[in-house]
T-cell receptor
Framework: DTAVSQTPKYLVTQMGNDKSIKCEQN?????MYWYKQDSKKFLKIMFS???????INETVPNRFSPKSPDKAHLNLHINSLELGDSAVYFC????????????FGDGTRLSIL | AQSVTQPDIHITVSEGASLELRCNYS??????LFWYVQSPGQGLQLLLK??????LVQGIKGFEAEFKRSQSSFNLRKPSVHWSDAAEYFC????????????FGQGTELSVKP
C-alpha cells in the first residue's frame, strides 16, 4: 500500500488553464504539506495543514489554493497557470506538525506549454 | 535567517569507497535535522533524523550522521558505497514550533563509479 499517493504523476497543460493535483495519505497522520521542487531541485514548502486547518502559507500566489476535505486528503488547485509554475510538486505528511519526519509522495511533474 | 547549506553540488565516489556529504545549517531554535534521499522520478525517502540525545545517529541503508552543534553541521557518512546509492541527497532542518516547516539544502548529487 502506498503511504502518500499523488495524482496525476504527470500534468502537461497550457498557460492560462486551471488544474488540480490530488494527494491522499493512509498513514493516519494529522499534518499534510505541499512542496515545490524547481528545475534546480530546490525544495520549498508551500502549505501545511494540520487536522484540515491551514497552518503554513509561505507567501504563495493566491492562484494556488489548497483544500483539505479531511485529514487524509490535501488537494492543490492552481488557477491561470503560468510558465513559472512548471515544477515538480510533492505532497507529504507527518504524524504531527512539530518537527516530525515527513513522508513524501512520488511527486507530480507539471509542465506548462 | 534560517538556512541549510550543502556545499557540494555533485560528488563522485568509487563503489566500495567511503562517503561523507556535508551539511551546515543556520537555525534560531533547537534544530531537528534530517537527511533524505531522492532517486530519479521518486519522492524523498527519510534516511535518518536527529532530535536530541546521542549526536551520532544511525539510519537506513547503512548511513549515519553526526550532529556537531559547535560547527552547526550534520554530515552524512557511509563506510562503503554501493552503486545503488547513486541519487540526490537532501539535508533539512526544522523545529518543534514551526508548524512542521522543513528548510532544505540545495541537494548533493551522488554518482558512483564501478
Amino acid at each position: 500500500d502506498t503511504a502518500v499517493s499523488q495524482t496525476p504523476k504527470y500534468l502537461v497543460t497550457q498557460m492560462g488553464n486551471d488544474k488540480s493535483i490530488k494527494c491522499e495519505q493512509n498513514l493516519g497522520h494529522d499534518t499534510m504539506y505541499w512542496y515545490k521542487q524547481d528545475s534546480k531541485k530546490f525544495l520549498k514548502i508551500m502549505f501545511s495543514y494540520n487536522n484540515k486547518e491551514l497552518i503554513i502559507n509561505e507567501t504563495v500566489p493566491n492562484r494556488f489554493s489548497p483544500k483539505s476535505p479531511d485529514k487524509a486528503h490535501l488537494n492543490l488547485h492552481i488557477n491561470s497557470l503560468e510558465l513559472g509554475d512548471s515544477a515538480v510538486y510533492f505532497c507529504a505528511s507527518s504524524r504531527e506538525a512539530g518537527g516530525q519526519p515527513q513522508h513524501f509522495g512520488d511527486g507530480t511533474r507539471l509542465s506548462i506549454l | 535567517a534560517q538556512s541549510v547549506t550543502q556545499p557540494d553540488i555533485h560528488i563522485t565516489v568509487s563503489e566500495g569507497a567511503s562517503l561523507e556529504l556535508r551539511c551546515n545549517y543556520s537555525y534560531g531554535a533547537t534544530p531537528y535535522l534530517f537527511w533524505y534521499v531522492q532517486s530519479p522520478g521518486q519522492g524523498l525517502q527519510l534516511l535518518l533524523k536527529y532530535f536530541s540525545g546521542d549526536t551520532l545517529v544511525q539510519g537506513i541503508k547503512g548511513f549515519e550522521a553526526e550532529f556537531k552543534r559547535s560547527q552547526s553541521s550534520f554530515n552524512l557518512r557511509k563506510p562503503s558505497v554501493h552503486w545503488s546509492d547513486a541519487a540526490e541527497y537532501f539535508c533539512a532542518v526544522g523545529g518543534r514550533n514551526q508548524g512542521g516547516k522543513l528548510i532544505f539544502g540545495q541537494g548533493t548529487e551522488l554518482s558512483v563509479k564501478p
